[in-house]
């Protein structure tokens, strides 16, 4: 099942699209135990309870390192930690405030942990992977760094990453999946329309506001003379501004109202600036948009949305299976 389909009788054709609903049924939470991962576990409860899913936790043990003189024991202490980690993982939901209900799994790998992470999204035909940032216990490659971002990379489905502080518990209070205010961006090429399915969906659920931005970049070759970079500057951000509006028209649903914004500077900085000060609850983002800048692409914008970004991000990818059934 995808992760969002049309629902109704009239599904065919771009007057569709206020038909589109979220469906997922299964979410795919990492956890180390740290405190952090605690609320990332309960921030995907959050989600699963309200879209009705089932929750998938997952462990991943590293394999201990292989020294010069053996490796007997370690597979001892592999058994041992998955054994460890198993009732911990086990304890681990009522120590979150997680509603056991919710739970359809809770396994241990052995392994790398960005590669079993995505394979058991795979396997559990994940709609979704929640993935929380600097839960940073004894296994610092189960979150955030360079395993989030591999994931982000890899993944075969939707991953939403959120960052420590933007699901901190307020008043004791469980973190809440209710964004107001969505922000999703575009370079006008065909991957970036991969996220707007997604984006009115998210809107439409929680009656959320829906801006669509795009960035001019500002960094040009140092042969162009500042005069030159000044006109062509000028003229993209002119060209961004009557185009952005009639791409919006074209490609979001024309009954919801959509904001546009025209940003100029270094892609992924701007992001981050105008979720910030224009209290952005949640970024989507798909991957691979390259145009001849290549500014949204995954190795450079998203990765660093994803680091920066101060409220959760939601990346699509363009090669995944598709969100949105036509």
């Given at each position: 099942?995808?992760?969002?389909?049309?629902?109704?009788?009239?599904?065919?054709?771009?007057?569709?699209?206020?038909?589109?609903?979220?469906k997922?049924?299964?979410?795919?939470?990492?956890?180390?135990?740290?405190?952090?991962?605690?609320?990332?576990?309960?921030?995907?409860?959050?989600?699963?309870?309200?879209?009705?899913?089932?929750?998938?936790?997952?462990?991943?043990v590293?394999?201990?390192?292989?020294?010069?003189?053996?490796?007997?024991?370690?597979?001892?202490?592999?058994?041992?930690?998955?054994?460890?980690?198993?009732?911990?993982?086990?304890e681990?939901?009522?120590?979150?405030?997680?509603?056991?209900?919710?739970?359809?799994?809770?396994?241990?790998?052995?392994?790398?942990?960005e590669?079993?992470?995505?394979?058991?999204?795979?396997?559990?035909?994940a709609?979704?992977?929640?993935?929380?940032?600097?839960?940073?216990?004894?296994?610092?490659?189960?979150?955030?760094?360079?395993?989030?971002?591999?994931v982000?990379?890899?993944?075969?489905?939707?991953?939403?990453?959120?960052?420590?502080?933007?699901?901190?518990?307020?008043?004791?209070?469980?973190?809440?999946?209710?964004?107001?205010?969505?922000?999703?961006?575009?370079?006008?090429?065909?991957?970036?329309?991969?996220?707007?399915?997604?984006?009115?969906?998210?809107?439409?659920?929680?009656?959320?506001?829906?801006?669509?931005?795009?960035?001019?970049?500002?960094?040009?070759?140092?042969?162009?003379?500042?005069?030159g970079?000044?006109?062509?500057?000028n003229?993209?951000?002119?060209?961004?501004?009557?185009?952005?509006?009639?791409?919006?028209d074209?490609?979001?649903?024309?009954?919801?109202?959509?904001?546009?914004?025209?940003?100029?500077?270094?892609?992924?900085?701007?992001?981050?600036?105008?979720?910030?000060?224009?209290?952005?609850d949640?970024?989507?983002?798909?991957?691979?948009?390259?145009?001849?800048?290549?500014?949204?692409?995954?190795?450079?914008?998203?990765?660093n949305?994803?680091?920066?970004?101060?409220?959760?991000?939601?990346?699509?990818?363009?090669?995944?299976?598709?969100?949105?059934?036509?």
């Amino acid at each position: 099942m995808n992760a969002l389909q049309n629902v109704g009788p009239n599904s065919k054709g771009a007057g569709s699209r206020s038909g589109l609903a979220i469906k997922l049924n299964h979410i795919l939470a990492p956890v180390d135990f740290s405190a952090a991962s605690q609320r990332g576990a309960a921030f995907a409860a959050c989600i699963a309870r309200r879209f009705h899913s089932q929750l998938h936790l997952l462990y991943v043990v590293e394999p201990p390192s292989l020294p010069k003189w053996g490796y007997v024991h370690l597979i001892f202490k592999e058994a041992k930690l998955r054994h460890a980690a198993k009732e911990q993982l086990q304890e681990f939901p009522l120590g979150c405030g997680i509603d056991p209900d919710l739970i359809e799994s809770g396994k241990v790998r052995s392994g790398d942990a960005e590669f079993e992470i995505c394979r058991a999204a795979v396997e559990e035909n994940a709609d979704l992977i929640v993935i929380a940032s600097h839960g940073l216990g004894g296994l610092k490659h189960a979150l955030i760094g360079s395993t989030s971002e591999a994931v982000v990379r890899h993944a075969p489905c939707p991953v939403l990453t959120v960052r420590e502080h933007t699901f901190a518990a307020e008043n004791g209070r469980q973190p809440c999946f209710a964004p107001r205010r969505i922000l999703v961006t575009t370079d006008f090429s065909e991957a970036s329309r991969k996220a707007f399915p997604s984006a009115m969906s998210l809107a439409r659920e929680f009656e959320a506001s829906l801006t669509l931005a795009h960035v001019v970049p500002s960094h040009w070759p140092a042969e162009i003379s500042h005069m030159g970079i000044v006109l062509e500057e000028n003229r993209m951000l002119s060209a961004a501004r009557e185009q952005l509006p009639q791409f919006c028209d074209a490609e979001l649903d024309p009954d919801m109202h959509v904001e546009t914004l025209v940003l100029e500077g270094g892609p992924a900085h701007e992001i981050c600036t105008a979720a910030e000060t224009q209290s952005i609850d949640l970024i989507v983002m798909s991957t691979h948009g390259h145009t001849g800048l290549k500014r949204f692409a995954l190795g450079s914008v998203t990765e660093n949305v994803v680091r920066h970004a101060p409220c959760p991000v939601l990346v699509v990818r363009e090669r995944e299976h598709e969100l949105v059934k036509i």
